[in-house]
């Protein structure tokens, strides 16, 4: 068995609990508010920003033995570049404010997922990070495809509000074939080890921001940054 395929079905567990939000049941529905749609890009966009400097720290830190692994995290960094100024476009066709998103605190769950991808990145095995990616895209492309023309249809939005889950849902299908190829050549057991945990904890931390978003739906706007 491969492991990307020994890693889905390890974490098969913890991926249920990411999608059975009920805020993501919804919107696969066709029944979420404009409202909570903004609420999750305004999420989207505080753990979006943090991609590229996360690979930056991921590449800093790599062993000599795992020096084949920076091209690919070049080439992850140029493909990720920008993509939080998308967010703020869409929550701006969508009716919501973007400069109001950017200024905003993220929520306790969505700092406490980026704290973690950071801990992952900076102190433990830097290639654990690849189990924070394994989640979000494989995410994205089961449910950004699916959501999309739903969510479009149902609040009658502009294609232009939909940039973020279009485009990663389409890009992502190509960036998980280069994630599996990534993880197939992890051979010790500490890398896989590493990707293995960081994965199981992050189904947990990003379900727990839809989990949030269905209790605080108004969390990402209440507090301005400092």
Known sequence: MQFNEL???????????????????????????RDEY?????????????????LMAVGSRLPARLGWLRKEIIHYTEEEEGHEQWILNDIQAAGGNAAVA?????????????????????????????????VLEGASVALACNAA????????????????????GQLDQQHVQDLYSILNRFDEEQDRAAVG???????????????????????AGAWRAA
């Open 7 to 33: 890693l889905a079905s390890r974490t098969a567990q913890a991926r249920e609990y990411l999608t059975g939000a009920p805020i993501i049941q919804r919107a696969l529905a066709g029944q979420i508010e």
């Open 38 to 54: 903004i609420a999750f890009l305004t999420q989207a966009f505080h753990h979006v920003r943090h991609t590229v400097p996360l």
């Open 102 to 134: 950017a200024d905003s605190l993220p929520s306790s769950a969505t700092d406490a997922m980026v704290a973690y991808a950071y801990d992952t990145a900076t102190r433990r095995n830097p290639v654990g990070f690849f189990g924070m990616v394994f």
């Open 149 to 168: 023309d739903r969510i479009q249809a149902s609040l009658q939005l502009p294609s232009k509000a939909m940039t973020y889950l279009r485009s990663h």
């Open 197 to 219: 945990r960081c994965a199981q904890v992050m189904f947990r931390l990003y379900g727990n921001i839809f989990y949030e978003l269905d209790r605080q739906p108004a969390v």
